[in-house]
DNA sequence: TCCACGGGTATTGTCGACAGTCGACGGGCG
DNA sequence: CGCCCGTCGACTGTCGACAATACCCGTGGA
C-alpha cells in the first residue's frame, strides 16, 4: 500500500479557512469586530495564527482593517455586487480560455467529477458548494498561480454579500440548479475540446447568467 | 494651516514595501531563500513583522511559500510574461473603464501630475516609476478597492520578470518615453472625458504595445 | 442638566523564547 | 569503499508577555 505523504497543516491556514467559512456562514455579521484575542480564546490558540489569517483573509476582501489596524467584517452593498460580478467576467472568460489551451487531465477530470455532483445536488447549500468550486476548479484549471491569487479575491465575494442581503437563494434554487449544471456541462465541454474562443464566451455567458438572476435581488 | 493626521506606520507595512522594492531591485535573485532569522537580523527587527510582510508578499506573488514554509523569490520565465500579461489585459482596461465612469477628481489630478512627470522623466529608472504608477493609478481611479487587491498581484511581476531577465529597458528606453507618455495622454483623456468604451480599448492597446515590446525580450 | 476629566479596560504591534522538524556533516560499521 | 546513523545547526510555527494607545464610563464641577 503506498504511503501517501503526509500534508503538513498549520494552525494559520486552519484558521483561515474556518474563519473564512464563518464569515460567509453569516456568524459575524457585516461591520462586526474581529478583534484577535476574541478569536484566539474562541479557537483556544494564540494570536499569533490568528493574526495571520486575518491578514491573509484582508488580502482576499473578506475582512477589513481600519486605520486603526482593527479588523472588521465588511458590508457590502449593492454596487458591491456590481462591482464583484465586473471584475469576475474579467477574471474567469481568462481562466476558461487559459483553461482550453492548456487541456490538464487531472483538471479536467476534477470538473469532470464536480459537474456529476453538481447535477444530483440536492440542497441550496450544497448546489452552491458545487458551483463555487466548479470555478475555482476552472481558475485552477488554468494553471496560472497569478490568477488563482486573483481569484481569491472574489472567490466568495458572492456568497458574502448574498448573507448579508439575507435574500437567501433558497427560494429559487432548485430551478436554477439545471440550468447551472448545463451551463458548467458545455463550458467544462468547450475547454475539453480547447476551444478558448468558445470557452471564453461561454464563461461570460454563464456570469451575465448569473447577473440576471442576482440583479433583482439586489 | 490644516494638520494632516499622522499616519500610523507599522514596521510589517515599512518592511512589506522595503521588500518588494528590493526583491524588485535584484537585491535577492530568483530562488533566493528568505529565511525570517536573516531579514530579521538585517533589518533589525523581530521575526513577528518580517513574517507578516512575507505573507503580505506571497499574496502579491513577490515571494511563494514553498510545501515546508520556507519563503523564496519565484523565479518567472518566458511563460511568466505571457501569464502576467495577460491578466494584466483583463484587469487594466476594467479599470480605465470603470475610472471613466467615475471621473473622480482627486484621482484625475493625480494621473495629470504623473502624466506630467512621465513627460520629463530623465533616467529610465524614473520612467518606469512613473508608469508604474500611472498604472497603478489607473486602478485606483477605478475606485473598486477589490480591484485593487487583484491589482498587487500582478503591479510589480514585470519589473520583476525584467529584473531577473537582466535585459534592463535602459537600451530602448528613450524612445519609448514619448510614446509612453502618449499612450498615457490618450487613456487619461478618454477616462476624464468619460468614455468608458474607449477607455477600455485604449487601456488594452496600450499594453498590447507593451506586449510587442518586451515579447522579443523573451 | 451638561460638560470636562481621569481611571480602568481592551486591543494592537512587537518582542523574545521554545518545541518540532529538516538538512548537512561526520563517524562507525558492514 | 559505501551505507547508515547520530549529532548539530538552522528555520518555522506557535506561544506568552509587554508597552503604547484608544475607548468606555463613572465622577466631579459649573
Known amino acids: 500500500m503506498p504511503l501517501n505523504p503526509v500534508r503538513r497543516v498549520s494552525l494559520a491556514h486552519d484558521i483561515t479557512d474556518q474563519l473564512s467559512r464563518a464569515i460567509v456562514a453569516g456568524d459575524f455579521p457585516a461591520g462586526t469586530l474581529l478583534s484577535e484575542p476574541m478569536l484566539a480564546r474562541r479557537l483556544g490558540v494564540s494570536r499569533a495564527p490568528v493574526r495571520e489569517a486575518l491578514i491573509e483573509l484582508s488580502t482576499r476582501g473578506m475582512v477589513e482593517f481600519d486605520d486603526r489596524g482593527r479588523s472588521r467584517v465588511p458590508s457590502l452593498g449593492h454596487d458591491d455586487l456590481v462591482d464583484i460580478l465586473g471584475i469576475r467576467m474579467a477574471i474567469e472568460p481568462l481562466a476558461a480560455a487559459l483553461a482550453a489551451r492548456r487541456r490538464d487531465g487531472a483538471a479536467l477530470a476534477e470538473l469532470e467529477r464536480n459537474l456529476a455532483a453538481t447535477r444530483v445536488a440536492a440542497s441550496a447549500a450544497e448546489l452552491a458548494a458545487c458551483d463555487g468550486a466548479f470555478h475555482s476548479g476552472v481558475v485552477r484549471a488554468s494553471g496560472s498561480r497569478r490568477l488563482g491569487l486573483c481569484w481569491k479575491v472574489v472567490e466568495h465575494q458572492v456568497d458574502l454579500w448574498l448573507t448579508q442581503m439575507q ?20 463550458l467544462l465541454e468547450a475547454i475539453r475540446s480547447g476551444d478558448h474562443r468558445r470557452a471564453d464566451t461561454l464563461a461570460r455567458d454563464h456570469l451575465a447568467e448569473w447577473q440576471r438572476i442576482l440583479a433583482p435581488a439586489a
Not at 435574500?167 to 456541462?185: L, N, P, Q, Y
Open 167 to 186: 435574500s437567501r437563494v433558497e427560494s429559487f434554487c432548485e430551478k436554477v440548479r439545471d440550468t447551472t449544471a448545463a451551463s458548467h456541462g458545455i
